[in-house]
């Protein structure tokens, strides 16, 4: 089992790298996603979660978007593997926390170099300050 710390790392860079190992049958454990960013300026990226979530369904009825960012990683990454029986077996092998979690406080853990942050050339926002935005009720600095 791979333990991925998701500080400061970028959200689609670290997402296809954990989709591409889940399917490859690696069970994977992401924390800290409250710490993972999203590039580009904090007006553009809210604009667009929010536009995005008026465009589609009803509030009642769905499509429902997750304001929790464990839940928020765990949709963009359900995106990320294919709808086959193989991608659904993938799909249950990744696992997203809030922080890190008591039993895995002791294992190490590992960070992807390719996905880090220190990359970008632009402005960023967490995934925890975008649901803290959306409406979520959990935010933490």
């Known amino acids: 089992m791979r333990i991925i710390n998701g500080e400061h790392l970028i959200l689609g860079r670290l997402c296809s790298n954990v989709a591409k190992a889940a399917l490859l049958g690696e069970e994977i454990t992401i924390v800290n996603t409250e710490k993972i960013v999203m590039s580009g300026t904090r007006q553009f990226?809210?604009?667009?979660?929010?536009?995005?979530?008026?465009?589609?369904?009803?509030?009642?009825?769905?499509?429902?978007?997750q304001r929790q960012p464990d839940r928020?990683?765990?949709?963009?990454?359900?995106?990320?593997?294919?709808?086959?029986?193989?991608?659904?077996?993938?799909?249950?092998k990744i696992h997203c926390h809030i922080g890190i979690p008591e039993d895995l406080k002791s294992k190490?853990?590992?960070?992807?170099?390719?996905?880090?942050?220190?990359?970008?050339?632009?402005?960023?926002?967490?995934?925890?300050?975008?649901?803290?935005?959306?409406?979520g009720t959990w935010y933490q600095k």
């Open 72 to 92: 928020f990683v765990k949709r963009v990454l359900r995106r990320m593997v294919p709808t086959s029986p193989r991608g659904r077996i993938a799909f249950k």
């Open 108 to 135: 190490p853990m590992e960070t992807i170099k390719s996905a880090h942050a220190d990359k970008l050339q632009t402005k960023y926002m967490t995934i925890g300050e975008i649901c803290h935005a959306m409406g």
């Open 45 to 65: 990226i809210i604009s667009d979660e929010r536009l995005t979530q008026d465009r589609r369904g009803r509030p009642n009825k769905g499509v429902f978007y």
